[in-house]
């Protein structure tokens, strides 16, 4: 039996992030609107917005998916990623490792132990 735990076709486990932002606006009015439009990108496995709290939790594969995606369609439903130092904070090292997840996943180890080109 499998270890991992099953998650949506498209997400890969390692390199799925799960975010925790904070947001203003009329979160109340369109949660459920921001909620379904980011549940229906491929490679988000988990989509929640909690309306007495303006919280966003969201889990998505990082090769796939880019936070600035999902704060595009935020910003599509009147809300904005809230405007205080901890979740800008939050918000610009959630980018950066979401970066080093993707730029890792492309690269090609190197060895010194490999059999030069064209040998």
Not at 25 to 43: N, R, T
Request: charged share 35%.
């Amino acid at each position: 039996m499998d270890s991992k735990q099953q998650h949506k076709v498209g997400v890969n486990e390692d390199s799925l992030m799960v975010r925790h932002l904070k947001l203003e606006g009329p979160v109340l009015e369109h949660h459920q609107l921001i909620a379904q439009e980011i549940e229906k990108l491929l490679g988000v496995d988990a989509v929640s917005v909690d309306p007495s709290e303006s919280l966003l939790k969201v889990a998505y594969d990082a090769t796939k998916r880019e936070l600035n995606e999902i704060e595009e369609i935020i910003r599509k439903h009147e809300c904005d990623i809230a405007d205080d130092w901890w979740t800008h904070f939050k918000e610009g090292y959630y980018k950066f490792v979401d970066q080093n997840v993707k730029d890792n996943a492309s690269h090609e180890p190197w060895s010194c132990h490999k059999r030069p080109p064209g040998r």
